[in-house]
């Protein structure tokens, strides 16, 4: 789902809230009345404001265990790459010895048909 649609969403959500809200109780009608001393408003909009909220907490809970596990993945990933580097690196090395010990051997014999390098050409 998509930011936008998730933002949509959550306005219609809200607002579905506030129809709902509205019809059950009149907040303006409260405020007016000179005999509420405030705590039923107060009472409303704290129940009003945790019940649209809701939402918006479940999700950033949602995001935040998605990160944490790709956080995982991306740890893993990375110990995996770096113990491959290890294992390539050990394996070149190994082939550079072998080449050289296979060089090392093969400089010992000589071609018969090599010409000789220490003639002079006048």
Known sequence: M?????????????EAV?????????VAGLLRSPENDGRIV???????????????????DRLISYLRTLRERLHDEGERVRREIVEFATLNQAAMQSTKLITESLSHLKRP????STKKIS
């Open 2 to 14: 998509s930011i936008i649609e998730r933002e949509t969403t959550a306005l219609g959500q809200v």
């Open 18 to 26: 506030e129809k709902k809200s509205s019809n059950s109780l009149d």
């Open 42 to 60: 107060v009472d409303y909009i704290g129940s009003l404001i945790q019940r649209v909220s809701v939402n918006s907490v479940q999700e950033i």
């Open 113 to 116: 048909d090599a010409p000789a």
